[in-house]
Nanobody
């Protein structure tokens, strides 16, 4: 029923690009905002980008200018275009959103590995 499914992760060389997708249930996608987080081993989850229902975007300082979050209303899907990737971008990337009943949902995550 209510779910978030990430895809698009993989291994890429430094300087390369990768595009992640998050297919969301309509009840989550129709909420106020959708977000991308990432978590490296032994680290806390880090908020890296958000997009509101109106299309307003925000980014963490260390990804601004390199990453772009977007959404496709028809497909109820959120994307994260990642360019100029660095080894420090290596992490599990998670999609998250809040439903109309104010409950937060998380996807299972997709691994992104950037090699030197």
């Amino acid at each position: 029923q209510i779910q978030l499914v990430e895809s698009g992760g993989g291994l890429v060389q430094a300087g390369g690009s990768l595009k992640l997708s998050c297919a969301a249930s309509g009840s989550i996608f129709s909420g106020n905002f959708m977000s991308w987080y990432r978590q490296a081993p032994g680290k806390q989850r880090e908020l890296i980008a958000t997009i509101t229902s109106g299309g307003t975007t925000t980014y963490a300082d260390n990804v601004r200018g390199r990453f772009t979050i977007s959404r496709d209303t028809a497909k109820t899907t959120v994307y994260l275009q990642m360019n100029s990737l660095k080894p420090e971008d290596t992490a599990v990337y998670y999609c998250s959103g809040i439903s109309g009943s104010s409950i937060r949902y998380w996807g299972q995550g997709t691994q992104v590995t950037v090699s030197s």
